[in-house]
């Protein structure tokens, strides 16, 4: 049974229910795509660590997967920027 601080992330404002799927700023739900949640959640893993794309593709894509890696990646990356621009800073603690 995993901890309820494995499935709660606090970093700012923001707040991340890994279990639910679901990201919130000061408790409202903001919309956010599968992949870019996921990418999210592997970057919370490692506040004020360098993640590499490689790090990134081996925990959002399965080996076996056929996907234009970079852009899926670029995609995920831009709507988390597009959420960052519209909501506040990203603040990732480290």
Same mark, same amino acid.
């Given at each position: 049974? %995993?901890?309820?601080?494995? &499935?709660?992330q606090?970093?700012g404002?923001?707040?991340?229910?890994? #279990?639910? *799927? /679901?990201?919130?700023?000061?408790?409202? %739900?903001?919309?956010?795509? &599968?992949?870019?949640?996921?990418?999210?959640?592997?970057?919370?893993? #490692?506040p *004020? /660590?360098?993640v590499?794309?490689?790090?990134?593709?081996?925990q959002?894509?399965?080996?076996?997967?056929?996907?234009?890696?970079?852009?899926?990646l670029?995609?995920?990356?831009?709507?988390?920027?597009?959420q960052?621009?519209?909501?506040?800073?990203w603040?990732?603690?480290?």
């Amino acid at each position: 049974m %995993r901890s309820e601080r494995a &499935e709660i992330q606090r970093f700012g404002t923001f707040e991340v229910d890994v #279990r639910s *799927g /679901e990201l919130r700023r000061q408790g409202v %739900r903001i919309k956010l795509q &599968e992949q870019p949640f996921h990418v999210l959640t592997v970057l919370l893993q #490692r506040p *004020g /660590e360098v993640v590499t794309r490689e790090e990134l593709r081996s925990q959002n894509w399965p080996a076996d997967t056929f996907v234009d890696f970079d852009n899926s990646l670029n995609t995920a990356i831009n709507k988390l920027r597009d959420q960052q621009a519209t909501r506040g800073s990203w603040r990732f603690g480290g």
